[in-house]
C-alpha cells in the first residue's frame, strides 16, 4: 500500500480546509467563524480516506487484496468494501442537501427543520461506512504467515 500518496491526499485536503476557512473568515471580516474548522477537519480525513479507497477500488489493474488470500474470501470482502463505499457515498450526498437545505430554510429564519438532523445523520453514516470501508481494505492488504 502506498502509505505516502494516502498521507498527501490527507494532508492536502486538510491544508485547503484551513485555508477555505482563513480566506472565510477574511472576507467576511469576522476571526469568529474560524470556529468551524472543529468541524470541517474531522470531516476531511474520512473524505480523503473515501476518495483514496475509490480510487483504489477503481483501478482495474489494483489487487485490493494480498495474492495469498482465499478467493471466496477475497469476492465476499471485496463487495462487502463496495457496499461499504457505496453507502457511503449516497450518505455523503444525502448529508451535503440536507445541509444545503438546512441553511436554506434557516436564512429564511423558518424554525428548525428535519434537514439539521437529515444532514448530521448523513454525515455521520459516512464517517462509520468510510471506517468500515477502511477496516475491510487494511484487513485484506495484511499478510497471515
Known amino acids: 500500500m502506498k502509505i505516502k500518496l494516502l498521507i498527501g491526499i490527507i494532508a492536502v485536503i ?3 480546509v484551513i485555508a477555505a476557512a482563513i480566506v472565510n473568515a477574511a472576507i467576511l471580516g469576522n476571526l469568529t467563524y474560524l470556529y468551524t474548522l472543529a468541524f ?3 470531516l476531511a480525513i474520512p473524505l480523503a480516506v473515501w476518495i483514496y479507497l475509490v480510487w483504489m ?3 482495474k489493474k489494483t489487487n485490493l487484496f494480498h495474492d495469498q488470500m482465499e478467493p471466496k474470501l477475497a469476492e465476499r470482502r471485496y463487495k462487502m468494501l463496495k457496499t461499504f463505499l457505496l453507502v457511503a457515498g449516497i450518505s ?3 448529508g451535503i442537501v440536507g445541509g444545503i437545505l438546512h ?3 434557516y436564512a429564511l429564519e423558518i424554525e428548525e427543520s428535519v434537514f439539521f438532523y437529515i444532514w ?3 454525515l455521520c453514516v459516512f464517517v462509520i461506512a468510510t471506517i468500515g ?3 475491510i481494505f487494511l484487513k485484506g492488504r495484511r499478510k497471515t504467515t
Do not use: N, T
Open 14 to 16: 486538510v491544508v485547503f
Open 40 to 42: 470541517r477537519i474531522p
Open 57 to 59: 477500488f477503481r483501478k
Open 92 to 94: 455523503l450526498a444525502v
Open 103 to 105: 441553511g436554506v430554510l
Open 120 to 122: 448530521f445523520v448523513g
Open 133 to 135: 470501508g477502511l477496516v
